[in-house]
């Protein structure tokens, strides 16, 4: 599972996984500084959404758009995606 953002939102979904026993989440954030130091992070550059089948996106609604329009041909056209409350699990096709 990758989580993409590492904002306040970003960081208690970490913190949740954590406590819920995964051990290691994958993060991308902007600012790879920000997720790289902490413990049980692993931080993903772009060239490896290929390998990511469910995707949390916990970026401002704002920034949904920009993320996607650059980065949606990335990822698997199976890969699901937890936006807020609900699941969607969209190909690269209806993203572009």
């Known amino acids: 599972m990758l989580?993409?953002?590492?904002?306040?939102?970003g960081q208690a979904i970490v913190s949740a996984l954590h406590d819920h026993g995964v051990e290691?989440?994958?993060?991308?954030?902007?600012?790879v500084s920000k997720a790289a130091e902490v413990a049980g992070v692993a931080v993903v550059k772009p060239e490896q959404f290929s390998h990511e089948?469910?995707?949390?996106?916990?970026?401002?609604?704002h920034a949904y758009e920009p993320f996607f329009l650059k980065y949606a041909k990335a990822f698997p056209e199976d890969c699901q995606f937890f936006i807020r409350?609900?699941?969607?699990?969209?190909?690269?096709?209806?993203?572009c």
């Open 85 to 95: 409350q609900r699941i969607w699990s969209l190909t690269t096709s209806q993203l």
């Open 53 to 61: 089948n469910q995707v949390i996106i916990a970026l401002p609604a």
């Open 24 to 31: 290691e989440v994958k993060v991308y954030n902007r600012t």
């Open 3 to 9: 989580v993409v953002g590492y904002g306040k939102l």
